[in-house]
C-alpha cells in the first residue's frame, strides 16, 4: 500500500485507514473534498497518489472483471473483457466463465482460437478437427486447453462445477458473438436439417429457437462410458496440458511456469507464464519483444508500472480477478505489495514466449558502457547478474 495515503492510531496503538487524500509527502497535491468515491481511492493507492516518478498521459492499462455485465444462464455464468472494456488491448479478449456441476458450455466454434486455464474444479472438454478426428479429456485447476481456431468444442462442469479463464488471440472477440449449434438448427429451415441428417422434419421439433450458450444439464460418467470412437483416430496433438505439473524457474522472490508451443505444441498463437512473486518480492524489470502481454491476477494484491518511452510512466494497482495490459516492448514491472503471494498469468499472442531482463541486459553489455551511460555505483555494477531471475526478492532497504 502507498505510504503517501495517510494513517492514523485508534485508542489501541493500531494503524487504520483515514479518508485518503491526493497529497504526496512533499507537499504536493491537495484536499479532494469530495463527490468522491472513497472506497475506490483506498483500492487504487497508486493512482490517487502517483509515484512522483509517474509521468506523461499512458493509457488505462487495467480493468477489473468485477466491473463487466454478467450474463446468467442455468448452468452457469460468464463475463468478458475486450476492446469495448479496455481499448488498449487490441490482440486479445478474455472471458471468466463458471459452470454448475453438469452445467454445458454447449457445442460450438470461433473464428478466433481458444486457450483456457483452469481456476478450480473439474471440466470436461471435447472436440473434433477438420480431419474427423475426436478428443475427450478431463481438466482440473491448474491445466490448460487450446482450440485452434474454426474447430468445434464443448465443456461441461463435472461433480463440483468449475471457474476457468478463457482467452481469445483477438482484443475485439466477444463470446455472445460465436458459431453455436444451437443457433445454426435455429436459423435452418427444417426442410435443409431434414434432408441434411435424412430424418423426418418431425425429428427437429423440439430445436431450440435461439443461441443456448450455457445450460444445465446431468454430470457425466467416466471418459470410458462417454468415449466415441473415430475411424480416423484422435488428433494428433493432445488440445490439454497440465501446468502444475511442469517443473518451474524457481527464485528467492517467486517462481515462474512457462508454456508456449515448445512445450505445449497444438497452442500455436497463445504463448503465457504463470508467475508466483512472494511477499516482498516482485517480477523483475523487463520487457516482451515479440507481444503485447495480457494479465489476469489470480491471487493477492499488487501494483504495476508501466514505463512507455520518451518520459512516461504510469502506475496501476491490482488484485484478484483484475486484467491488466502492457503493449509490445513496454518496460514494466509487477510489485507485490500485500502480505499473501501474488499468481497471475502473463499471456500473449505469439506460439513463443520472450522477455528481456534489464539486469541480465546489463550485466551482459561491456562494463564501461553500462557504467558512464547511467553513471552507476560500484555496489551497482558489482550486483549485476547474468543469469535472469524472472521474480527477485528486494531487501529490506528496497522497500518504500
Known amino acids: ?71 446468467l444462464n442455468d448452468g452457469g455464468w460468464s463475463r468478458e473483457i475486450t476492446v469495448r472494456d479496455l481499448p488498449i488491448a487490441t490482440t486479445l479478449a478474455g472471458v471468466n466463465m463458471s459452470l454448475t456441476p453438469g452445467g454445458v458450455r454447449e457445442l460450438h466454434w470461433h473464428q478466433q482460437s481458444e486457450w483456457a486455464y483452469m481456476i478450480w474444479g473439474t471440466a470436461r472438454v471435447t472436440s473434433v478437427d477438420q480431419n474427423g478426428r475426436n478428443f475427450i479429456a478431463d481438466v482440473g485447476p491448474g491445466d490448460l486447453w487450446f482450440f485452434p481456431k474454426g474447430l468445434p468444442h464443448s465443456i461441461q462442469g463435472l461433480e463440483d462445477g468449475c471457474e476457468f479463464l478463457l ?136 501494483r504495476m508500472t508501466v514505463f512507455g518511452g520518451n518520459g512516461t510512466a504510469r502506475t496501476f494497482d491490482v488484485r484478484a480477478g483484475d486484467v491488466g495490459y502492457v503493449p509490445v516492448a513496454m518496460g514494466h514491472y509487477v510489485q507485490n505489495t500485500g502480505t499473501d503471494t501474488l499468481w497471475f498469468l502473463e499471456i500473449f499472442r505469439s506460439e513463443r514466449f520472450e522477455d528481456i531482463s534489464l539486469n541480465q541486459w546489463m550485466a551482459l553489455t561491456p562494463k564501461q558502457l553500462v557504467k558512464d551511460n547511467i553513471h552507476a555505483a560500484p555496489e551497482l555494477m558489482d550486483a549485476l547478474r547474468k543469469e535472469k531471475w524472472p521474480v527477485v526478492k528486494y531487501p529490506p532497504f528496497g522497500k518504500k
Open 167 to 302: 482467452v481469445f488471440d483477438d482484443g475485439s472477440f466477444s463470446d455472445l458473438n460465436t458459431l453455436s449449434i444451437s443457433d445454426w438448427f435455429a436459423h435452418t429451415p427444417v426442410d435443409i436439417l431434414s434432408a441434411n441428417f435424412g430424418v423426418p422434419e418431425a425429428a427437429f421439433v423440439g430445436r431450440p429457437d435461439e443461441q443456448v450458450y450455457i445450460y444445465q444439464d446431468t454430470v457425466p460418467g467416466p471418459i470410458s462410458t462417454q468415449a466415441i470412437s473415430s475411424p480416423y483416430g484422435t488428433v494428433p496433438l493432445s488440445f490439454t496440458y497440465r501446468l502444475l505439473e511442469q517443473t518451474p524457474i524457481i527464485t528467492p522472490g517467486g517462481s515462474v511456469r512457462i508454456v508456449d508451443s515448445t512445450n505445449f505444441p497444438a497452442s500455436t498463437t497463445v504463448a503465457a507464464a504463470l508467475v508466483e512473486i512472494l511477499p516482498g518480492a516482485m517480477r523483475e524489470l523487463h520487457w516482451h519483444p515479440n507481444a503485447d502481454e495480457w494479465q489476469y491476477y489470480l491471487t493477492g494484491q499488487g
Open 1 to 71: 500500500m502507498n505510504d503517501d495515503i495517510p494513517k492514523s492510531k485508534n485508542s489501541e496503538g493500531k494503524k487504520q485507514w483515514v479518508v485518503p487524500q491526493p497529497i504526496r509527502k512533499d507537499g504536493a497535491g491537495g484536499l479532494d473534498l469530495g463527490p468522491r468515491d472513497v472506497l475506490r481511492d483506498l483500492q487504487n493507492p497508486d493512482m490517487l497518489v502517483p509515484p512522483p516518478t509517474d509521468a506523461g498521459l499512458l493509457p488505462n492499462l487495467r480493468m477489473s472483471f468485477s466491473d463487466t455485465h454478467m450474463q
